[in-house]
């Protein structure tokens, strides 16, 4: 990714950051609700399967953004100079205490929402069945519960950083 690039992901404004944080976490879950509904239509499976790679293409590039983002502040590979966050590659610095709270309130609102997130499929799957249906747990479904995990527990923190991060100011 060219500098140009990375410092206007780096410099987007709260409220943009936030947008993509939200079609981050909510686009897996749409696509796999779209591949849940189609699927046992009469529509041609290359088609749901378009669909569904198509649905989940935004969230693969927030996700992208949102650790460009946060590089080098949850890793501790960044480190500020003059006010300004200044990138060594390959090498580990020490953080200065605002960007290690930042970095400590990210992994402590990932748990939170992690927890939501969990507390929610659980409710969900007991109405689900105290209502007289059955689940069925084979490979296809677990899948698609396993790539969740896969995906979003090593993003929530940096999408938890771009969230409440506050805008960075611009350079004088």
């Not at 409220?15 to 009469?42: E, F």
């Not at 399967?49 to 983002?69: I, K, N």
Request: contains cysteine; hydrophobic residues 50%; proline residues 3%.
């Amino acid at each position: 990714m060219n500098t140009t690039l990375s410092r206007e992901i780096e410099y987007l404004p709260q409220s943009r950051r936030r947008l993509l944080v939200a079609v981050a976490l909510a686009g897996y879950p749409v696509a796999v609700a779209a591949l849940a509904g189609l699927k046992h239509t009469s529509v041609n499976r290359w088609l749901i399967l378009a669909v569904f790679l198509l649905l989940l293409m935004p969230t693969l590039v927030t996700l992208a953004v949102g650790y460009r983002y946060a590089r080098g502040r949850i890793d501790g590979r960044c480190a500020r100079l003059d006010g300004r966050r200044v990138r060594l590659d390959g090498r580990r610095v020490r953080l200065d205490e605002r960007d290690l709270a930042l970095r400590q309130q990210a992994y402590a609102l990932s748990h939170r929402v992690l927890t939501v997130i969990l507390i929610a499929a659980t409710a969900i799957t007991e109405i689900y069945l105290t209502s007289g249906n059955t689940l069925q747990l084979d490979a296809n479904t677990f899948w698609l519960a396993a790539m969740w995990v896969i995906v979003y527990l090593p993003a929530l923190p940096s999408l938890m950083l771009a969230w409440i991060e506050t805008d960075q100011p611009a350079d004088a």
